[in-house]
């Protein structure tokens, strides 16, 4: 069964960057499609990109609403994955939770626990 | 700009069945979207209950069942149980690998 980590900075000033990493055990970093999600305090779910492999090479897509804000990578021998959030405001505070997509489909089938990261001075 | 549409609301009387429903501002939902449904209590991280439409997640009952009603993907949970009182979200395949929640549908058991 696919388990997932995040960690990250505890709080992250405005205007800079912030950097998460999803470790990953029980699965092959190759097999799946890794995504990250945020939820902001009291609202829903939302989705913000996801990376993969597909034909042999990494692709990424991310919510057309983030930007060019968005980047995401993965280090197969670390079996992590990463997202960076750049010139973030208080409206990215948010819980942020890594995922993984269901075996042999799509979307999200594996959740991590979720690491909540304030935007704040 | 495309929005998934949930029912902000919902209840149902324990042992009775409910169908919640996701659908799109533009257009109809299909198999194509791989609809996704979440189920979520407060102050704990999401969990994936049907996948691609009908697929049930490891661990889930079949009291939960996922399908495409008319135009919008379904979720149907039969013989309601107090531990259901939940929000619960879909998730749609937008085309081009952009995906996108809805905004969630509070449901009461009562």
């Known amino acids: 069964q696919v388990q997932l980590q995040e960690s990250g900075p505890g709080l992250v000033n405005p205007s800079e960057t912030l950097s998460l990493t999803c470790t990953v055990s029980?699965?092959?970093?190759?097999?799946?499609?890794w995504s990250w999600i945020r939820q902001p305090p009291g609202k829903g779910l939302e989705w913000i990109g996801w990376i993969g492999y597909s034909d042999y090479s990494v692709t990424t897509k991310s919510n057309p609403s983030l930007g060019s804000r968005v980047t995401m990578s993965l280090d197969t021998s670390k079996r992590q994955f990463s997202l960076n959030l750049a010139s973030v405001t208080a409206a990215d505070t948010a819980v942020y939770y890594c995922?993984?997509?269901?075996?042999?489909?799509?979307?999200?089938?594996?959740w991590g626990q979720g690491t909540l990261v304030p935007v704040s001075s | 700009q495309t929005v998934v549409t949930q029912e902000p609301s919902f209840s149902v009387s324990p042992g009775g069945t409910v169908t919640l429903t996701c659908g799109l501002s533009s257009g109809s939902v299909s198999t194509r979207n791989s609809p996704n449904w979440f189920q979520q209590t407060p102050g704990q991280a999401p969990r994936t209950l049907i996948y691609?439409?009908?697929g049930r997640s490891s661990g889930v009952p079949d009291r939960f069942s996922g399908s495409i009603l008319g135009n919008k993907a379904a979720l149907t949970i039969t013989g309601a149980q107090a531990d259901d009182e939940s929000d619960y979200y879909c998730?749609?395949?937008?085309?081009?690998?952009?995906?996108?929640f809805g905004g969630g549908t509070k449901l009461t058991v009562l």
């Open positions: 029980g699965a092959s970093i190759s097999d799946y499609y």
């Open positions: 995922a993984s997509s269901p075996e042999g489909s799509y979307g999200v089938g594996y």
């Open positions: 998730l749609l395949h937008l085309g081009s690998g952009i995906w996108m």
């Open positions: 691609n439409t009908n």
